[in-house]
């Protein structure tokens, strides 16, 4: 058999990630002197909450070499292979930290550096099951993954750029000149990146704009594609569903994978976020 392994900035609920057989590893949130793992002692309400009502900037802490090799240890001890998939190395050392672990286990694990965040993680890992399904081997499955994944695209419209500011991503002036403006900035995720795509005043616009840049890239409705939103509400993303049922012609919007971002990703991107998730034709 093979099993998988991920890290918590998949954004999966605790109940999907045993529903699909899935084995989560939590990242460390710290809060100022507060220490928590993400999912486990810290709820995505509770995240938000504190992103939003103190004015400490939450920080992750990476996974370490040796909790990986516990928990691939476990699996390859049951007699499995294993495929781990890790945050964009280009954020974080999980995938430095799977690696180091991995090379205790020659020929049973492998790993695969997603270069994605949140759903874009989790659309790899449904195009991984359905290849298991298929009957391909761990390294028919990863070989096929290296490739695919450079296909992938993660696109959202941030509801401010105050949480970018925060972070360091962006300077004072730009944040406090888009909170006046009303800007919504459009952001996409390939490459192991964040990259701005433009800018819109207003989420109408803002969401016009996002519909535009999902369009160009042609979504592969044949592979697996999925919705995030962030903070406590999915009434805008449930909005965005609705304006945009063109680009998703033939797909039943109730069948849509919609996940809710978690520390990872919500800490930048802060609460009002939508996006989407997909392969590329």
Do not use: H
């Not at 998939?85 to 974080?92: E, I």
């Not at 990146?193 to 803002?206: D, F, I, W, Y």
């Amino acid at each position: 058999m093979i099993k998988i392994i991920t890290d918590s900035t998949s954004d999966y609920t605790m109940e999907e990630a045993e529903e699909k057989g899935l084995v989560i590893l939590p990242l460390r949130v710290l809060f100022g002197e507060e220490e928590y793992l993400d999912r486990v002692n810290l709820s995505v309400d509770d995240f938000y909450n504190k992103l939003i009502e103190t004015d400490v900037f939450p920080k992750t802490s990476q996974i370490t070499p040796f909790t990986y090799e516990e928990a691939m240890e476990k699996e390859v001890e049951a007699g499995n292979e294993v495929l781990v998939f890790t945050v964009s190395s280009k954020l974080s050392g999980c995938y430095q930290s799977a690696m180091t672990a991995a090379s205790s286990f020659e020929d049973k694990v492998r790993v695969i550096d997603t270069l994605s965040v949140s759903m874009g993680i989790q659309i790899l890992i449904d195009r991984a099951m359905a290849l298991i399904e298929e009957g391909k081997s761990l390294d028919e499955i990863a070989e096929c993954l290296e490739e695919e994944k450079k296909l992938v695209r993660v696109v959202a419209l941030l509801d401010t750029l105050e949480y970018l500011k925060k972070g360091g991503r962006i300077s004072s002036t730009k944040a406090i000149a888009g909170k006046i403006l009303g800007i919504k900035p459009v952001i996409s995720f390939d490459g192991g990146e964040v990259n701005l795509l433009g800018t819109a005043r207003g989420s109408k616009s803002g969401s016009n704009l996002l519909m535009k840049y999902t369009e160009e890239n042609a979504i592969d409705l044949s592979k697996p594609f999925g919705m995030v939103y962030s903070g406590f509400s999915d009434v805008l993303l449930k909005k965005y569903i609705n304006d945009s049922a063109r680009l998703y012609e033939g797909k039943n919007p109730d069948d849509f994978v919609i996940s809710r971002l978690g520390a990872c990703v919500g800490t930048y991107a802060g609460p009002g976020t939508i996006g989407v998730a997909y392969f590329t034709k």
